[in-house]
Each structure stands twice: as structure tokens, then as C-alpha cells.
């Protein structure tokens, strides 16, 4: 079974940008579409954004759009998300998934989350 | 307010069958297959269920899910108290071109 490992969460302030990474092993990375999926304190799953196995294929969720950016390195097998003009409102966790080919967006594997705090 | 419809409860005994629904539409559930995950606390979420009535190895029978037109749902008997969590339906939108997920139901094994 995989295994994804997130960091570089923290807290940073109004405006600034972050970058969060995930990295992968025990499983084929780079055939797998990888998502990020956030989550508020106290509130549900908010998909992020995903990025399709070939590295340039990439969707994002309205809320996040233009703001933050998903790259990928399949020879590191590390997934990125670059955050940008952070608001109070990106508070969160912050998940990376695996989602396997023709599962139909099914993410299989789950990092642990890291938290990202932009204080208001 | 989530593309995805679910109750923000669900409750049942120990050894019950309980029932979580997920109602979308024709641009979400009604063209696309439908996934389950479930979240304990303080963890991170785990597939129970993918293209809408599938298991991952590893997840017990006693989860189920079924899709109807516009609808899912996603079945548990056999309930047990490891069974307290938070549950997801999620699915591909095509108008939106993004995955959404439900606003999550909490399970309570009274």
C-alpha cells in the first residue's frame, strides 16, 4: 500500500504564499492523477484542485483559482501546491490524495494533512 | 452550501443497518460514478467505496453503496462503535469541471 507524506504547513500571514509538498513511495506515482483536498477546522472536504498523471493536465476548484497552483515532479515523486495572496479562508488542513487510473476520481491513498493558519 | 446533498446526521445501534444519502444532479451523480470515504477523528479520510458499489481490499462487506439517477447511498449494517465518523460522498462534476464532495454526515452508534 502507498504511502504520501505532506509538509511545509505553517502559519503565515495575510497576502503572503506558501508552498506544501507531498511526497509519495510504494506505489507508481507518476500513473496516478494526485489531488489536494482541504479541510477548515470543524468543517467538511474541500477539493483543491488535481493534476492528471502527465503533469500538465490540472484543474482547480473556483475558490482557489488563479491563487494557487499544483505542479508535479515524477521523478521526485512529489506533488506541490504553490499558495499564493493566502487569506484567512485557506485555513486548513491540507491533504494530498492518490487517485489511480480509471478509478474515476476515487483517491485511494491519503497523506496525513499538514495545517496552514493565516490568522485574520 | 456543497453540490452534494447530505443529512448532517446519521445515528443507529450497535448490530442496525443504517442508511447515508448523497443527492446530487444530472451534472454530477446522474453522469458519473460516486465514491465513499469515511473520517475518523483526528485522521485522515479512507475510501470505503469507489464507482459507486465497488471496495477497495481491505473494507469489510458490511459497507455498501448503490447509485440511482441522481442520487447515492451509501449502507452500513452489522453497525459497530468503531463505525463513529464522519461520511463523504464525492463525485466528478462535469459543468463545474472539479470533484465535489458532500457536506459529510456524522455517524453516532448510540
Known amino acids: 500500500q502507498g504511502q504520501l507524506v505532506e509538509s511545509g504547513g505553517g502559519v503565515v500571514q495575510p497576502g503572503t504564499s506558501l508552498r506544501l509538498s507531498c511526497a509519495a513511495s510504494?506505489?507508481?506515482?507518476?500513473?496516478?492523477?494526485m489531488h489536494w483536498v482541504r479541510q477548515p477546522p470543524g468543517k467538511g472536504l474541500e477539493w483543491v484542485g488535481f493534476?492528471?498523471?502527465?503533469?500538465?493536465?490540472?484543474y482547480y476548484a473556483d475558490s482557489v483559482k488563479g491563487r494557487f497552483t499544483i505542479s508535479r515532479d515524477n521523478s521526485k515523486s512529489t506533488l506541490y501546491l504553490q499558495m499564493n495572496s493566502l487569506r484567512a479562508e485557506d485555513t486548513a488542513v491540507y491533504y494530498c490524495?492518490?487517485?489511480?487510473?480509471?478509478?474515476?476520481?476515487?483517491?485511494?491513498?491519503w497523506g496525513q494533512g499538514t495545517t496552514v493558519t493565516v490568522p485574520s | 452550501q456543497s453540490v452534494l446533498t447530505q443529512p448532517p446526521s446519521a445515528s443507529g445501534t450497535p448490530g442496525q443497518r443504517v442508511t447515508i444519502s448523497c443527492s446530487g444532479s444530472?451534472?454530477?451523480?446522474?453522469?458519473?460514478?460516486v465514491n465513499w470515504y469515511h473520517q475518523l477523528p483526528g485522521t485522515a479520510p479512507k475510501l470505503l467505496v469507489y464507482?459507486?458499489?465497488q471496495r477497495p481490499s481491505g473494507v469489510p462487506d458490511r459497507f455498501s453503496g448503490s447509485k440511482s439517477a441522481t442520487s447515492a447511498s451509501l449502507a452500513i449494517s452489522g453497525l459497530q462503535s468503531a463505525d463513529e465518523a464522519d461520511y463523504y460522498c464525492?463525485?466528478?462534476?462535469?459543468?463545474?469541471?472539479?470533484?465535489?464532495f458532500g457536506g459529510g454526515t456524522k455517524l453516532t452508534v448510540l
Open positions: 490524495g492518490g487517485d489511480p487510473p480509471s478509478s474515476g476520481y476515487a483517491l485511494y491513498i
Open positions: 444530472s451534472s454530477n451523480i446522474g453522469s458519473e460514478t
Open positions: 464507482g459507486n458499489n
Open positions: 464525492s463525485t466528478w462534476d462535469r459543468s463545474l469541471n472539479a470533484v465535489v
Open positions: 510504494g506505489f507508481r506515482f507518476r500513473t496516478y492523477a
Open positions: 493534476m492528471w498523471s502527465d503533469g500538465h493536465t490540472v
